[in-house]
């Protein structure tokens, strides 16, 4: 005689239809299901969920990688030509102007040690530095 577990697991692994089920557990379970209100819920629960699942949409057929590089080397593809729109004269040399001053700022920065202005406590070579560092 079949269990009412059992027949649960029968039903989430096969479904509610009867066709589905193993053939050696089959009769089992379709007389517990006549016997019991229990097993008949169980099996109406089922037949819903089966029922949803038949009307869901099916999913895409996977593609193996090598059959789909097959379909789409088998044609020519078209070649895209892209051509960049070329810039004008006037925007190289505002380039070049920005990079000059952008390195004559940071050599004039770094002649001055503008950073240290107006302090003038602070040591200023890398022997003071190490003198008052307890490092």
Known sequence: ???????????????????????????????????????????????????????????????????????????????VVRLRPRPSAGTFWLKVASLAAAALIGFLLGVTQLGGFGDTSAPTSGLELADISPW
């Open 1 to 79: 005689m079949m269990g009412l577990d059992r027949f649960r697991e029968l039903l989430e692994a096969y479904g509610a239809e009867p066709r589905r089920w193993p053939a050696n557990e089959r009769a089992m379970a379709e007389a517990l299901a006549a016997e019991t209100g229990d097993a008949r819920a169980l099996r109406a629960r089922a037949a819903v969920v089966d029922g949803l699942l038949d009307r869901a949409p099916m999913a895409p057929p996977i593609v193996d990688a090598e059959v789909l590089i097959d379909r789409i080397t088998e044609r020519p593809q078209a070649q």
